[in-house]
């Protein structure tokens, strides 16, 4: 490995180590953030050392690992809890996406695709690999129903360019990002129950009762009671993409992805398009699931799975679910709610000062128009008297505070004696 290559893979966040989603310092270059909070909160330390760049520095590959291969995505790392994983502002993009050439696998199949059987079979190879493929759950006939639905709510405008999850709940508008560089995919968000797309809701429908089931298997490590709308995207084919990222790096509650692909006789050396899954211990070792037609995919959601979808060069479709675990999920909320009220205090602090401010400034303003007024009623004998009785004192304001004077108009007044 070359000593750039080496330097590249080396690269991490300085708070806490993670190498996905990195941004550079716009104004250092010199290091790198997995999220803006984390910027923000090494910003008393390193604004020390933090000088402008003299130019503009070329783009370093993050991420990149050998071409060694790996038949697992072994079960060991650990869930991280740290603030939203997209920053704001014109940070530099430096995640390109993995160059080493598809790897074609064959995925065992269920021996029957009953819900149980598939809850089995699911979970056995998510404690086995972090992920599963399940290839043939649906019929063929209720797909093209899927399909044919997904296409008229394209044509009709129901789909909207991709934004970047943030915030720790679906409510934080404020902190999804549109950003193009990262993922320039269309989506439209089902509950699951909408009239115009019965057939959508069958699938969604699918996917709650296989995750339900989950709950017998999971030990008491999660309980899964809630998901979120579900997603359904469409990579227009131009070279569309989603860049490497974590689906949940902030403990937002969101526990396992669930993914329905849907594009007929797919072919990923030419289509591209594939779903590439790296392992966060071992970077040599990376997993690639072709979109294939009637294939799900389901894998933990949190930093146990960097993944990216690599340029489609074929219009692709796909639905995603993220199912919640119920204890993440209340402490999501709770610390949202928080975070929203310490927000409030922060910004009613704020106003306060600004409020203080502004009174200050009046009065000044009034002070200042008052001695003014006062200095213009001075006939010009008895500012010629006053200017007589400070000329040459060492301190005039004492003079006139023994005149009586008051403090507020000595300086303007002063100004006036100078002047005679």
């Known amino acids: 490995m ?97 160059a080493r050439p598809f790897r074609d696998v064959i995925f065992k199949k269920p021996r029957s695709y009953d819900v149980d059987s598939l809850a089995e079979f699911v979970i056995r190879y998510l404690n086995k690999n972090n992920f599963c493929v399940v290839d043939g759950v649906f019929s063929n006939k209720h797909l093209q129903k899927v399909l044919n639905e997904i296409k008229s709510l394209n044509s009709n405008g129901y789909l909207k360019v991709g934004r970047l999850s943030g915030g720790r709940t679906s409510g934080q508008d404020a902190f999804k990002l549109t950003k193009t560089e990262v993922r320039n995919d269309t989506i439209y968000w089902a509950e699951g129950t909408e009239p115009r797309h019965p057939n959508v809701n069958k699938v969604v429908q699918k996917m709650d009762s296989v995750l339900s089931a989950l709950n017998s298997h999971l030990q008491g490590e999660y309980y899964i009671n809630g998901r979120t709308k579900a997603m359904v995207a469409c990579y227009p084919g131009n070279g569309s993409y989603y860049r490497r990222h974590v689906d949940n790096p902030s403990g937002d509650g969101r526990v396992i992805t669930c993914i329905l692909y849907l594009n007929k006789d797919w072919n990923a050396k030419e289509d591209g398009g594939i779903l590439r899954i790296f392992s966060a211990q071992d970077e040599s070792c990376y997993v690639d699931v072709s979109p294939e037609y009637n294939r799900m995919l389901f894998f933990w959601s949190d930093r146990r799975n960097p993944h990216e979808v690599q340029p489609a060069f074929r219009t692709r479709y796909a639905i995603t679910v993220w199912f919640f675990d119920k204890t993440e999920r209340e402490r999501a909320k709770e610390e949202s709610a928080l975070e929203g009220i310490s927000a409030i205090k922060n910004e009613l602090v704020v106003l306060d000062l600004e409020r203080i401010e502004n009174e200050k400034t009046q009065l000044e303003k009034k002070i200042e128009q008052e001695a003014k007024k006062a200095i213009e009623s001075l006939t010009q004998g008895e500012l ?37």
């Open 384 to 420: 010629q008297a006053l200017a007589d009785l400070v000329k040459g004192h060492e301190e005039p304001k004492v003079v006139l505070t023994q005149m009586g004077i008051s403090p507020s108009i000595q300086d303007p007044l002063l100004k006036v004696l100078e002047g005679l």
């Open 2 to 98: 070359d000593k750039d290559a080496k330097t590249n893979q080396d690269l991490r966040c300085v708070v806490c180590d993670s190498k996905e989603n990195l941004k550079r310092c716009t104004r250092c270059k010199g290091v790198v953030y997995c999220c803006r909070q984390h910027q923000i909160q090494d910003w008393p330390s390193h604004k020390v050392a933090c000088t402008p760049t003299q130019r503009t520095e070329p783009k370093k590959k993050v991420g990149e690992v050998t071409t060694d291969t790996c038949e697992s995505n072994k079960n060991n790392a650990s869930k991280s809890e740290i603030s939203p994983n997209d920053f704001t502002g014109d940070n530099t993009d430096v995640t390109e996406f993995d």
